[in-house]
């Protein structure tokens, strides 16, 4: 009787990888290759080929452990150096992911889009951003899906112009400083007025008098070529001018734009956190309506069921208005207060760097 060891026909090996396809003349070759590793080397950040590939072998099935022909290999790619087919395959592969790693890839994707979304636009009445919560919402209402060959940047001005089309979202003004000498600075301010730009403040002291004030991205090009006419230049201050003491990169004595008291949401808008509204437990009416036991907080005054209040004092929200009524100040709404906290975390990492 024969010792040799017979290997199960069904038997799969090397199933914990990344794969990486290539179809070339006819024929499929495939590497096997640590997980996460792919998208590193293509981007450059890993550069250890060993780090990279599993093995040095070019495979016909990477799951079977099946190896390719060597006359398929010279067919193919003329040489039967596996090293350098490797790296041809890793560079002009596909790279095979099972369905929970393309879903978990798309929703970061997703997730980084809604984020940029944000970043860029503002309620028009109250000049605010709104939360990512409801950015995604808006995003899942036009029926908006990923496209994995796209960066994240451009579909979220694909987003942006859909979302203009059906709610009151628009994009954030530029806040940028032009700049022009004292003998065309009076040019400067009539082109600034063609532009229906915003003046946020004037500095007519010293040989180069500048101007602050907020426009339209999308002239942002235009203006730098028509400033040439003045021999002005601009500088960007922020790249999404906000209200309510929104991410600004201006520490050069510029006036801010005044705090506002909430503004109320006008009618379009509150269709929109209608979901998130009925999910609160600001709403005095649910609760009268349910008829339990409810307690008024007067830091954020709404009415909290009973045995919900102690969860409501720990919260950030409540927290939040807190301090605001410390402060003398008026309560926020929980959306409200989600993004003035989102807003002064993103200002205090602007304070990091040097503009």
């Known amino acids: 009787m024969s010792r040799t060891l017979v290997q199960p026909v069904g038997q799969k090996r090397l199933t914990n990888v990344a794969v990486v396809r290539l179809r070339k003349h006819g024929q499929r070759f495939e590497i096997a290759c640590f997980p996460n590793k792919v998208l590193s080397w293509r981007a450059r950040v890993e ?26 290999l010279i067919k193919a790619f003329g040489t039967d150096d596996q090293t350098k087919i490797c790296i041809e395959i890793l560079e002009k592969g596909e790279l095979q992911v099972s369905g929970k790693e393309r879903e978990a890839q798309l929703s970061s994707q997703f997730r980084d889009i809604a984020t940029i979304v944000m970043e860029k636009t503002i309620n028009p009445e109250t000049r605010r951003p709104y939360t990512i919560t409801m950015i995604e919402r808006l995003m899942h209402e036009i029926h908006f899906a990923v496209d ?24 954030a003004p530029l806040r940028v400083r032009f700049t022009a000498p004292k003998s065309n600075f009076a040019g400067l301010i009539e082109k600034v007025a063609e532009w229906n730009a915003t003046v946020i403040s004037k500095d007519e002291s010293g040989t180069q008098p500048s101007i602050v004030c907020e426009i339209e991205p999308s002239i942002l090009h235009s203006c730098e070529e028509r400033l040439k006419d003045v021999q002005g230049r601009v500088e960007v201050l922020s790249v999404s001018a906000h209200a309510e003491g929104g991410p600004s990169v201006e520490q050069h004595g510029i006036v801010e734009v005044p705090q506002a008291a909430p503004a109320k949401e006008s009618d379009a808008v509150a269709e929109i956190s209608e979901a998130m509204q009925k999910q609160s437990i600001s709403s005095e009416s649910q609760g009268n309506a ?12 709404v009415l909290v069921d009973d ?8 919260s950030g929200w409540h927290k939040h208005n807190y301090t605001r009524h410390k402060n003398g100040l008026p309560p926020l709404s929980q959306e409200e207060c989600m993004v003035e906290i989102e807003l002064a975390d993103s ?5 990091d760097y040097d503009f």
């Open 47 to 72: 550069k250890d080929l060993d780090e990279v590939l599993q093995s040095h072998t070019v495979y016909s099935n990477v799951s079977k452990g099946v190896l390719a022909k060597s006359k398929d």
């Open 148 to 171: 994995p060959n796209l960066t994240s940047k451009e579909q979220a001005l694909k987003v942006i112009k859909k979302l203009i089309e059906h709610f009151p979202i628009k994009r």
């Open 290 to 301: 349910q008829g339990k036991q409810q307690r008024r907080c007067k830091e954020c005054d």
């Open 307 to 314: 045995k919900l209040y102690r969860e409501h004092c720990k």
């Open 347 to 351: 200002k205090k990492d602007l304070k």
